[in-house]
């Protein structure tokens, strides 16, 4: 693995469940951090903004009102976000896990290992949705 990890919008997220519209999507996390600030340079990376598990990348805002806020769940080094989709928003809806990403981290080296062996498969992540959805009827 190259330990590039690519923030897509979950099957299962209302977003992509609802039918609805998506208005708009910022990377303005506060007042003084914009995702769009990141410059990564050369072979380390300088310059990448660190992230946490729980760092935001983006404000999802739809046509009815929600806003939906993306947080990276990933340790590391953000390497880009993905600004096609300022300018054509469905992109996350009708290609979410190509085009429509909505970032790149790389994770520190040392925790790449523990990060994967973390990750659901693909049956194992349809299953807890399984469950989701029956305990919530």
Not at 70 to 86: A, D, K, M, P, T
Request: hydrophobic share 30%.
């Amino acid at each position: 693995s190259c330990r590039i990890c690519v923030i897509t919008l979950a099957e299962a997220h209302p977003l992509l469940q609802s039918g609805k519209t998506i208005k708009n999507i910022n990377y303005q996390i506060s007042a003084n951090c914009s995702r769009l600030q990141n410059k990564v340079s050369g072979k380390s990376k300088r310059g990448a903004q660190f992230l946490t598990e729980l760092a935001p990348l983006c404000r999802i805002s739809s046509s009815d009102g929600e806003e939906y806020t993306i947080y990276s769940c990933i340790r590391g080094r953000l390497i880009e976000v993905n600004e096609n989709i300022l300018s054509n928003p469905a992109l996350l809806q009708e290609k979410p896990s190509t085009e429509g990403y909505i970032a790149v981290v790389l994770p520190k080296f040392e925790e790449s290992k523990s990060i994967t062996q973390g990750l659901l498969t693909q049956k194992e992540y349809e299953e807890v949705l399984l469950k989701r959805r029956s305990s919530a009827s």
